[in-house]
Nanobody
Framework: QVQLVESGGGWVQPGGSLRLSCAAS????????MGWFRQAPGKDREYVAA??????FYANSVKGRFTVSRGVATNSMYLQMNSLIPEDTAVYYC????????????????????WGQGTQVTVST
């Protein structure tokens, strides 16, 4: 069993930055494949980024603006979000799986077994 807790959400003006954190417990952190997803009001949840064995992957909509990383010493995953735009407004979720899916499968939320409760990010003037 894996427990995930997100933090770091909030309100920011367009062009600003936020850093989200996802603390993991209950499983050997280095074995986890982890991802970030988000859900805007009235929309389906969508893939944002993933990290697997040191490799990082991004949705086209955030590539070049967001950076996913992990801290083994802290058992945490991070999402550094820069140049934020109103379209980034959503509830952001971290997710994890112990299965080493190939990179092409990582955007599929069905590949993830564990989810955090979500943290709200609002980008507006």
């Amino acid at each position: 069993q894996v427990q995930l807790v997100e933090s770091g959400g909030g309100w920011v003006q367009p062009g600003g930055s936020l850093r989200l954190s996802c603390a993991a417990s209950g499983q050997i952190f280095s074995r986890l494949v982890m991802g970030w997803f988000r859900q805007a009001p009235g929309k389906d949840r969508e893939y944002v980024a993933a990290i697997k064995a040191g490799m990082t992957f991004y949705a086209n909509s955030v590539k070049g603006r967001f950076t996913v990383s992990r801290g083994v010493a802290t058992n945490s995953m991070y999402l550094q979000m820069n140049s934020l735009i109103p379209e980034d407004t959503a509830v952001y979720y971290c997710a994890a799986t112990t299965t080493s899916w190939n990179s092409g499968s990582l955007p599929d939320e069905r590949r993830y077994d564990y989810w955090g409760q979500g943290t709200q990010v609002t980008v507006s003037t």
